[in-house]
């Protein structure tokens, strides 16, 4: 048994749609979240204060300040609500900069792990098992949505 790829006919079929389904459930359930009128206090206050996981301290996360907010919006992007992100994927968008030297590659690399770590412990993102890949959970569309709307909204809108 070995994970091939699929081919164009009718042989694979049943898998395409095994695979098309659950992309779409994933883009659905990053929809829900659109039209949810709970106040942005419920959502983002839980994740604002630090937390313990297996004895192990984690800062909390601070949604509205510049490097978190462009963490969720890379998080957030469309690419990554149908399909999973890695390490990979975020260092190349968060830190372009870092793929021509190799000790800077390292450090980024080390850098959105403790990120990934993060975001782990406070419940916004899942690890996909047997995989190096993560995938955004219902809370984490929620808080990244929230946070997103609410750095690029103006002042007189939120006073409105």
Known sequence: MAWVPMRKG????RRR???SRTANERYLE?????????PACKLLDPVSKSIVRNGRPYRALRP?????SKV???ISQGEFLLHSFRNKDLRSI?????EKDPIQCRQSSARI???LR????????AKISKTHSYRITSSGHAVFATSNHLRGSNILGLAA
């Open 10 to 13: 009718v042989a694979d079929i």
């Open 17 to 19: 749609v095994e695979i």
């Open 30 to 38: 990053a929809l829900s979240v659109v039209g949810e009128q709970s």
């Open 64 to 68: 509205i300040s510049p490097d978190d």
């Open 72 to 74: 969720f919006r890379t």
């Open 94 to 98: 968060l830190f372009p900069q870092s």
């Open 113 to 115: 792990s403790r990120i």
């Open 118 to 125: 993060l975001l782990r412990a406070h419940g916004l993102i």
